[in-house]
């Protein structure tokens, strides 16, 4: 046991010894506690990177560089050169983290600006594409609706096409009918006048200062009643005129008696009652000179004016 | 006989340890030389000169003073070139980081340009 301790302690004296001389060659090496300012700085300028939120965590491989570098600097030199140098690392180091995580930073906001002019475009293209849908199916719209327009005119010409084919054809039955009246009318002597056609019938009716009609006449009124019959559309007005012999309000009474012989004639031969009407102008409106036989024969005469048909179809 | 080794052996191990704390063989950088020289020839390459004129004309110039200074055979010269190419280095990378970032940059106010007429134009249409 002594022999073991006497060695222990032995032992222990020379470790100290080597420990103690190893610790003072070290300390040779090692400066001073107080901090160099340059380190001070760059540590405080990659603190103040590391809190950035735009840049923190964008270049990671340039960060930790940087923060190597500012380790660095911290440590102890026996050469201040030495750490001027480390510090100087370390600045740029933290210079180009910054840069790199900038540019990075860069790039990510490039991706998004690409994207917004992309979306710029996208937008133009949709909303001239919806301008063009728009006008499109105005313009359809439109379109069909004038071809509505068109189809309805088309059936209104169509049918005005046919209306007048119609037309056409009434009147020309009209007229056909009118021709054959005509005719009638032309054959019955009547004149056309302003006031109608104005048939005279002669003193071939009466006998002298009598107003019944005489037997012979009966054919010209039979005429004239039939053509009446055919066109229930004229109204006939019968006048008795008289020459100026004897006295005035005998051949006014004399003229009378004889219109109203001839419109009884009439209305008893079918013509309604209505469509005739009979005056008397006695001496009043001679036609030739009274002066003479033949003339006086001219005045005393009956006049049948047919009017004009009310409506002429054209 | 082997107790009496035990403190010999501490005693030399500190030694060693004292001396190669302190102590350097007198060598040129050449590893430092060499990638200080790749680093200011991308940066170069980079337009560094255009987008950062200062770190570059800094970078040459150390990188040359650290060129000269390996020619030197003091181990003191030795160590002053290792840090001037380092620092060479570290100047040439900056120089390359921010003529990326001016590129960057560039291309950037590019697109923004274009983000401007383009909406314009589209306002114009939409107007007109």
């Given amino acids: ?314 | 006989m082997k107790n009496n080794n035990v403190p010999l052996r501490f005693l030399l191990a500190g030694g060693v340890l004292a001396l190669a704390a302190c102590a350097s063989v007198p060598q040129p950088p050449l590893d430092a030389l060499q990638a200080a020289d790749i680093s200011v020839a991308s940066a170069e390459k980079e337009s560094g000169a255009e987008f950062a004129p200062l770190e570059m004309r800094t970078a040459r110039e150390k990188l040359a003073a650290a060129h000269a200074s390996a020619l030197k055979k003091d181990e003191k010269d030795m160590t002053e070139a290792r840090r001037l190419a380092d620092e060479a280095r570290a100047d040439a990378d900056l120089a390359t980081s921010k003529a990326r970032l001016g590129k960057a940059n560039a291309v950037n106010q590019e697109l923004q340009k274009n983000g401007k007429a383009l909406r314009q134009e589209t306002q114009r249409n939409t107007g007109g």
Avoid: W
């Fill in chain 1, 1 to 314: 046991m002594n022999f073991n301790n006497m060695s222990s302690v032995i032992r222990s004296t020379f470790l100290v010894a080597a420990i103690g001389s190893a610790g003072l060659l070290l300390a040779s090496c090692a400066g001073h506690e107080t901090k160099d300012p340059g380190v001070t700085r760059v540590r405080a300028n990659l603190t103040e990177l590391q809190s950035d939120p735009k840049l923190a965590t964008r270049a990671p491989v340039a960060m930790k560089d940087a923060a190597d570098a500012v380790s660095a600097a911290e440590q102890e030199q026996k050469d201040p050169a030495a750490t001027a140098h480390l510090v100087y690392l370390a600045d740029q180091k933290i210079n180009i983290a910054r840069a790199n995580a900038q540019t990075n930073f860069t790039e990510e906001q490039r991706k998004a600006l690409s994207e917004q002019n992309s979306q710029i475009q996208l937008d133009a293209r949709t909303r001239e594409a919806d301008a063009a849908k728009r006008a499109n199916s105005a313009l359809q719209i439109e379109n069909e609706e004038a071809k509505r327009k068109s189809d309805e005119l088309k059936a209104q010409a169509d049918s005005a096409v046919m209306r007048n084919n119609q037309l056409q054809a009434q009147s020309d039955a009209i007229n056909q009918k009118n021709d054959a009246l005509q005719a009638q009318l032309l054959a019955l002597e009547a004149k056309k006048t302003d006031r109608g056609m104005v048939l005279t019938l002669g003193d071939v009716l009466f006998s002298t200062g009598r107003s019944d009609l005489k037997p012979g006449g009966a054919s010209k009124l039979n005429r004239l009643t039939t053509f009446l019959a055919q066109a229930p559309d004229r109204t006939v007005r019968i006048e008795g005129h008289t020459d100026n012999r004897g006295g005035e309000a005998l051949n006014q009474a004399l003229s009378q008696r004889r219109a109203d012989s001839v419109a009884a004639y009439l209305t008893s031969h079918g013509i309604d009652a209505a469509r005739v009407t009979a005056t008397g102008s006695g001496f009043s409106s001679p036609i030739a000179d009274n002066k003479t036989e033949a003339g006086r024969q001219a005045n005393r005469r009956v006049e049948i004016i047919i009017s004009n048909p009310t409506v002429a179809a054209k």
